[in-house]
């Protein structure tokens, strides 16, 4: 069972909608979380990133947030654009015996549509 | 600030042969990864260095897997045979040696496809 787990597994909406993504995590001991956004045919590109004291982080349109209480965190998107579609990657970093891991969800595939 | 570059984009071979994948990181960093992204996953981490020093390749398939990173900068990445499970795209990233850096700058991948 991955240890990083994501919802929806896919979406669709309209251009200009808005729209959240879910990261539930069981890994620990946690160290941050990242957001990847990974378009078709391309390598990942970070987000956002946040550490354990930080509830709240916006990069633009996107916001993430991050309870490490429940150990969830969501990714929202505000007035979506068509560049927009794209696999999102949630990405939990552990610290393991004085040296960190990284554990990846499966991502989430956005599509905008017009 | 040029990004992570590999080579070759797409590679489409037949089972059982060998093939090979390169990756140029970005300049300076330190610590070099490959990892293994199949259709509709998240990515899995093959192998880490630090330098030309492997750092983990506990999940590197150490039968048809191998992967080098000579004088610490570039890297290969080598399949021999491969199966039909080996079709996947794969990634290469880099981080910069600063303390505490999080942050993993990753190249375009290289989607393999074994028929």
């Known amino acids: 069972k991955n240890q990083v787990e994501q919802s929806p597994q896919s979406l669709i909406i309209l251009e200009g909608k808005n729209c959240t993504l879910q990261?539930?995590?069981?890994?620990?001991?946690?160290?941050?979380l990242r957001w990847y956004k990974q378009d078709t045919g391309r390598g990942p590109v970070s987000l956002t990133i946040?550490?354990?004291?930080?509830n709240t982080k916006s990069n633009g349109r996107y916001t993430a947030t991050l309870d490490a209480d429940t150990k969830q965190s969501s990714l929202h998107i505000t007035a979506s654009q068509l560049s927009d579609s794209a696999s999102y990657i949630c990405?939990?970093?552990?610290?393991?015996?004085?040296?960190?891991?990284?554990?990846f969800g499966a991502g989430t595939t956005v599509t905008v549509r017009a | 600030e040029a990004g992570v570059a590999q080579s070759p984009r797409y590679k489409i071979i037949e089972k059982r042969q060998s093939v090979a994948f390169w990756c140029n990181p970005i300049?300076?960093?330190?610590?070099l990864y490959w990892y293994q992204q199949i259709l509709g996953q998240g990515p899995k981490l093959l192998i880490q260095?630090?330098?030309?020093?492997?750092?983990?390749d506990s999940q590197l398939p150490k039968d048809r897997f191998s992967a080098e990173r000579l004088k610490g900068v570039d890297s290969t990445l080598k399949i021999q045979p491969a199966k039909l499970e080996d079709s996947a795209v794969y990634l290469c990233?880099?981080?910069?040696?600063?303390?505490?850096?999080?942050?993993?700058?990753f190249g375009p991948g290289t989607r393999l496809t074994v028929t």
């Open positions: 990233a880099s981080s910069p040696p600063s303390l505490g850096s999080y942050e993993q700058y």
């Open positions: 990261c539930n995590y069981t890994v620990s001991p946690f160290s941050n």
């Open positions: 946040m550490t354990f004291s930080e």
């Open positions: 990405v939990v970093r552990i610290i393991d015996s004085n040296d960190y891991k990284l554990s």
């Open positions: 300049s300076g960093h330190a610590t």
């Open positions: 260095f630090q330098n030309n020093g492997v750092v983990d």
